[in-house]
């Protein structure tokens, strides 16, 4: 069994940074691991929508929104994907949530969500 447990949301002022961890415990495929890592968020009464994604390779993709602003990474070794979001604004507030694909796309993983609000 696979859980993906995210750390760091918080209250912020605009203008402000935080960094989200999310790190996979439980039951690991090996050395092979994940694949495509990411963060999605969801704004109340709103979809949740992708933020930034990272294969295991590295290669990155994230939302025009957050681009220039947010920083995806991960770790390989310790299952963990990261997000550094600089210049926050209080549109950037959400629940955000970390997702894993297993790196043979037989299964997704999802996190619990952790809380971020933004002040003006």
């Given at each position: 069994?696979v859980?993906?447990?995210e750390?760091g949301?918080g209250?912020v002022?605009?203008?402000?940074s935080?960094r989200?961890?999310?790190?996979?415990?439980?039951?690991?495929?090996?050395?092979?691991g994940f694949?495509?890592?990411?963060?999605?968020?969801q704004a109340?009464?709103?979809?949740?929508?992708l933020?930034?994604?990272i294969?295991?390779?590295?290669?990155?993709n994230?939302?025009?929104?957050?681009?220039?602003r947010?920083?995806i990474?991960?770790?390989?070794?310790?299952?963990t994907?990261?997000l550094?979001m600089?210049?926050?604004?209080?549109?950037d507030t959400?629940?955000?949530?970390?997702?894993?694909?297993?790196?043979?796309?037989?299964?997704?993983y999802?996190?619990?969500?952790?809380?971020?609000?933004?002040s003006s």
């Amino acid at each position: 069994q696979v859980h993906l447990v995210e750390t760091g949301g918080g209250l912020v002022q605009a203008g402000g940074s935080l960094r989200l961890s999310c790190a996979a415990t439980g039951t690991i495929f090996g050395v092979m691991g994940f694949g495509v890592m990411g963060w999605y968020r969801q704004a109340p009464g709103k979809q949740r929508e992708l933020v930034a994604t990272i294969t295991g390779g590295g290669k990155t993709n994230y939302a025009d929104a957050v681009k220039s602003r947010f920083t995806i990474s991960r770790d390989n070794a310790k299952n963990t994907v990261y997000l550094q979001m600089n210049s926050l604004k209080p549109e950037d507030t959400a629940v955000y949530y970390c997702r894993a694909i297993k790196y043979d796309n037989t299964d997704a993983y999802w996190g619990q969500g952790t809380q971020v609000t933004v002040s003006s």
